[in-house]
Nanobody, 124 residues
Framework: QVQLVESGGGMVQAGDSLRLSCAAS????????MGWFRQAAGTEREFVAG????????YYADSVKGRFTISRDNAKNTVYLQMTSLKSEDTAVYYC?????????????????WGQGTQVTVSS
């Protein structure tokens, strides 16, 4: 039912900041746990950050703790990923994903809805 679309990706230099957005073009995210995943070329899709349906609880991969912030605005039906102090290792296609109300999970297979992805490239 839910259709997701990411935006905000681009090419930046190491140390720069970028904010990604994930909006529901149809349906509502109100009751969904949301997550951000990323996939670099030739690698498996990995968990980046997750947020509970209310936004009260967040969880981050160790590689991005202190640098990335996930948030949501249910009134706007949108989830965000604020990325700071970007490094070349952050280069990947970033995807947002959703699953019905529950706890935050880090396994991609547990998410039901996915966006098309947005490319983030960080150069040194």
């Amino acid at each position: 039912q839910v259709q997701l679309v990411e935006s905000g990706g681009g090419m930046v230099q190491a140390g720069d900041s970028l904010r990604l957005s994930c909006a529901a073009s149809r349906g509502t995210l109100r009751s969904y746990v949301m997550g951000w995943f990323r996939q670099a070329a030739g690698t498996e899709r990995e968990f980046v950050a997750g947020i509970s349906w209310s936004g009260a609880t967040t969880y981050y991969a160790d590689s991005v703790k202190g640098r990335f912030t996930i948030s949501r605005d249910n009134a706007k039906n949108t989830v965000y990923l604020q990325m700071t102090s970007l490094k070349s290792e952050d280069t990947a296609v970033y995807y947002c994903a959703g699953r019905r109300i529950g706890i935050i999970r880090t396994t991609a297979a547990t998410y039901d809805y996915w966006g098309q992805g947005t490319q983030v490239t960080v150069s040194s």
